[in-house]
Each structure stands twice: as C-alpha cells, then as structure tokens.
Nanobody, 120 residues
Framework: QVQLVESGGGLVQAGGSLRLSCAASGSIFSINAMNWYRQAPGKQRELVAG???????NYADSVKGRFTISGDNAENTVYLLMNSLKPEDTGVYYC??????????????WGQGTQVTVSS
C-alpha cells in the first residue's frame, strides 16, 4: 500500500522550466522504481520517464535531452525537471509505481496528478 502525491505543476511559457515532485508514503520499502506519466487532452496516457531505486533512468524519446528524472531515496521523493518546455508537453502529469502483489501480479499506484500547461 503506497500513497503518491504530486506537486509542482503550473503554467509556463514555451522554453520555460518546471520541476515536479512526487512524495511516496506507506509501504515504500516495496518500491523498486517510480515513473512519470502524462496525459494530454484527448490523448492516451504515456510514459515520460522512469527511475529505479538504484538510479537507472529511462525517457520517452520526445523528452530526451530536456527532462531529467531523479530520486531522493532518503526523502522517498522522485522529481521531474522539465526544461525547454513545449506546448505539446501540456497535460496532467502523474507519478506512478508498481509493486509486486504475489503470484506474478503487480499493483499499480498513481498519484492524483498535477497539471502542466505550456503556452505558445
């Protein structure tokens, strides 16, 4: 059982930056990786970036070189630094993690989402 709370979204002009935060609580010892997803209006939710507890990262091609995911294990927090923002980055950003629940199954956990709006 994990609770995820995102913060840091807002309105920014194209080319600007935002840093999102996701604080985890509960059974955090079970977390092996955390991810950021986003969902634009009328579009499917997509994976933006992920990070393991050991620090391995991955990014969607659309954000490579612009976004940086990082984690603070001591604070149970993951961050997404978004630079050079584009209007197409607009959407609701969600923090996510997957925790094994036994028998080969896993439980997905999501935060409430934080809105990011990038103006032209």
């Amino acid at each position: 059982q994990v609770q995820l709370v995102e913060s840091g979204g807002g309105l920014v002009q194209a080319g600007g930056s935002l840093r999102l935060s996701c604080a985890a609580s509960g059974s955090i010892f079970s977390i092996n990786a955390m991810n950021w997803y986003r969902q634009a209006p009328g579009k499917q939710r997509e994976l933006v970036a992920g990070i393991t507890r050991g620090g391995r990262t991955n990014y969607a091609d659309s954000v490579k070189g612009r976004f940086t995911i990082s984690g603070d294990n001591a604070e149970n927090t993951v961050y997404l630094l978004m630079n050079s923002l584009k209007p197409e980055d607009t959407g609701v950003y969600y923090c996510n993690t997957k925790i094994p629940s036994g028998l080969g199954f896993s439980q997905m956990y999501w935060g409430q989402g934080t809105q990011v709006t990038v103006s032209s």
